[in-house]
């Protein structure tokens, strides 16, 4: 299957820092991306839809200026985490559709674990 | 009442046992439907993935789906330690977003 490369896996930030994480596909290209979120034995919870080139589909609740998505191109997307504060800290996840398969397949990142202090 | 129904579990069992995990859902027009594994603290990874109702075998997995009765299975055969993990069904009508049961955590004892 397609890999999808996750960056960082772990990172612990002051609150009222701003965290970037990373999102690549290694051997495909990825016109569509998606970012998840995930709370501890709960399972994911999709934030928002990312498209190469365009702006990203924010799920309802979630604050677009909070978090910032970028899709500058097909193998990267980027989730900026705004001034963060300790209710941000949780388990982020990516993942991408290879364009080349079924349309509803998706391939997940490892995650990264945010803690925020 | 929500779109996909999951037992949480945890479920255990010991080595070598056929393990059978399922999830029902309430939407007629879901098609495509996946089991993922995840590890603690890691990505879902793709174990099976199957359009409409039937079988489809790989190794010691089978995932069946039975769209008369909105029902979806993931069998282990041979269970192995190494299966311990949460396992999440997902599905979708086509093109929209997957929606995620909430996991199954199994637990095969040595």
């Known amino acids: 299957g397609a890999v999808v490369s996750q960056h960082p896996s772990w990172v612990i930030c002051k609150s009222g820092t701003s965290v970037k994480i990373e999102c690549r596909s290694l051997?495909?290209?990825?016109?569509?991306m998606f970012w998840y979120r995930q709370f501890p034995k709960q399972s994911l919870m999709l934030m928002a839809t990312s498209n190469e080139g365009s702006k990203a589909t924010y799920e309802q609740g979630v604050e677009k200026d909070k978090f910032l998505i970028n899709h500058a191109s097909l193998t990267l997307s980027t989730l900026t985490v705004t001034s963060a504060h300790p209710e941000d800290s949780s388990f982020y996840i990516c993942?991408?559709?290879?364009?080349?398969?079924?349309?509803?397949?998706?391939?997940f990142g490892a995650g990264t674990r945010l803690s925020v202090l | 009442q929500k779109e996909v129904e999951q037992d949480p579990g945890p479920l255990s069992v010991p080595e070598g046992a056929i393990v059978s995990l399922n999830c029902t859902y309430s939407?007629?027009?879901?098609?495509?439907f996946m089991w993922y594994r995840q590890y603690s603290r890691k990505g879902p990874e793709l174990l099976m993935y199957?359009?409409?109702?039937g079988n489809k075998e790989d190794g010691r997995f089978t995932a069946q789906v039975d769209k008369s009765s909105k029902y979806i299975s993931l069998f282990i055969r041979d269970s192995q330690p190494s299966d311990s993990a949460t396992y999440l069904c997902?599905?979708?009508?086509?093109?929209?977003?997957?929606?995620f049961g909430t996991g199954t955590r199994l637990l095969v004892s040595p």
């Open positions: 199957t359009y409409s109702s």
């Open positions: 993942s991408a559709r290879d364009f080349r398969e079924p349309k509803n397949i998706q391939y």
């Open positions: 997902a599905m979708n009508t086509g093109f929209q977003k997957l929606v």
């Open positions: 939407n007629s027009a879901f098609q495509y």
């Open positions: 051997d495909f290209q990825a016109t569509t």
